[in-house]
């Protein structure tokens, strides 16, 4: 893992340049861009069910729910309600097949490289353990992704993001998106501080990466100034924590199937590789919790060097 750091943009949406006609084509013109990286990437989920055809169409998805959201703070709707749902429930099923293909690789990479003859073993029994699993959510990504539809998706996004009534986000919406999804971050990670516990990390973890989407697309939309060191300074942070809730879910998953097994329950070598799974996920999470304390006092320091005007607006 690697440290944090970066910088916060000077940002000042509403006194740009900006004519509603404009920011109306370049919202439109993502939307189309994103609709077509989502419509490439179900078909190749369909054909091939790959590690990064999955991780692919779980990135359109949020990119597509990000406009979804912004759309929303201009004029609630309940067809952007409804496409948001389903973007969520396919993501969610999607996740369930990744968090597997993650956990089977991270164990083949032990089982591959642990000079331990008895540990290879039982880590290979683990893994044919949990085939079965992949092969069930497998199945059940498939029923999802095709109930979804992408007819139906794409008719869903026309009428949540285009079409008669619809508002383009103005630059005073961009410019509160960004704000609120900072408050939120801020307020998980002043959660997380308090009651320091792995839920709490986990939010400040989605809650990092819905704010790097939305510097992200906002960026897409007008010139943001500073946006794309920030959008890597929050990839970071989004990184870090996620490789913690990877080792995290793995040491649950496999400490579950190893003392539920009566042959495991006494076995010496199960009983080791069990010792070293939660001493590695307690050290990672011992660092992200010093990550996590440290998010705060950080930005707010970049923010102050960098924007001193906006910090005082907002104070």
């Given at each position: ?33 994103v ?13 091939t ?21 912004l ?7 309940k ?63 498939y029923?999802?992704t095709?109930?979804?539809?992408l ?17 383009a986000?103005s630059?005073e ?10 408050q ?6 002043n959660?997380?501080?308090?009651r ?5 990390y ?6 990092t ?46 400490t579950?199937?190893?003392s ?19 001493d590695?996920a ?14 705060r ?11 001193p005007s ?6």
């Open positions: 893992m690697t440290s944090v750091n970066g910088t916060r943009p000077k940002l000042s949406l509403r006194t740009m340049d900006v004519s509603d006609k404009k920011l109306r084509r370049a919202f439109t013109r993502q939307v189309r861009k609709w077509r990286r989502l419509r490439e990437e179900y078909g190749r989920v369909l054909r069910g790959s590690a990064s055809a999955i991780h692919d169409l779980r990135v359109a998805t949020r990119r597509l729910q990000t406009l979804v959201d759309a929303a703070l201009s004029k609630p709707s067809p952007a309600a409804r496409l948001r749902k389903r973007l969520k429930s396919l993501r969610h099923t999607l996740g369930m097949r990744r968090d597997l293909d993650m956990i089977l690789g991270k164990l083949r990479d032990r089982a591959a490289n642990t000079a331990s003859a008895r540990r290879r073993r039982i880590l290979r029994a683990v893994i044919r353990q949990m085939t079965p699993e992949v092969k069930q959510i497998t199945r059940k990504m029923r999802a095709t109930k979804a539809g007819k139906k998706l794409r008719r869903m996004t026309d009428k949540a993001l285009g079409g008669r009534g619809f508002k986000p630059l919406v961009l410019d509160s998106a960004i704000r609120q999804a900072e939120r971050w801020l307020a998980a990670i959660t997380a501080k308090l320091k516990e792995a839920a709490a986990h939010d400040v973890r989605i809650k990466k819905t704010l790097r989407y939305m510097f992200e697309t906002v960026s897409r939309l007008v010139e943001l100034p500073g946006a794309e060191s920030t959008i890597e300074w929050l990839k970071t942070i989004q990184d870090e924590l996620g490789e913690w809730h990877d080792e995290i879910e793995l040491t649950r998953r496999v579950a199937l190893l539920e097994d009566a042959d495991y329950q006494a076995n010496d070598a199960a009983t080791a590789l069990i010792k070293s799974l939660r590695r307690q050290a990672n999470t011992h660092f992200v919790s010093e990550v996590v304390m440290s998010l006092d950080s930005w707010v320091r970049r923010k102050a060097a960098t924007s906006m910090d005082s607006a907002r104070q």
